[in-house]
């Protein structure tokens, strides 16, 4: 079964910071991230979050009025053989 993780598009990084800031004022949990290729070939910040918060993160999205693109739910994309030469 494949994790599905969450991630907020911007059409800038101006927007994703001031969305993690909000949301670190809020006390929810964002990792900046680089946007997944799967995702979008535009802004290439974003942030994850976890499932649980998305409707808090669309909150706070609509009381501040931040610009995004979409929020997208990829499948994680984990390959044991990344990185590995020999």
Avoid: W
């Avoid at 800038?12 to 995702?39: F, Q, S, W, Y």
């Amino acid at each position: 079964m494949q994790e599905i993780q969450h991630y907020v598009l911007f059409p800038n990084h101006d927007n994703a910071m001031r969305l993690h800031r909000e949301l670190k004022n809020l006390g929810v949990r964002a990792t900046i991230a680089p946007t997944p290729r799967a995702a979008s070939k535009c802004c290439g910040v974003s942030l994850l979050i976890r499932e649980e918060d998305k409707e808090a993160v669309e909150a706070c999205i609509e009381e501040h009025g931040i610009e995004i693109l979409k929020i997208a739910a990829i499948e994680r994309d984990v390959n044991p053989k990344r990185d590995r030469y020999c």
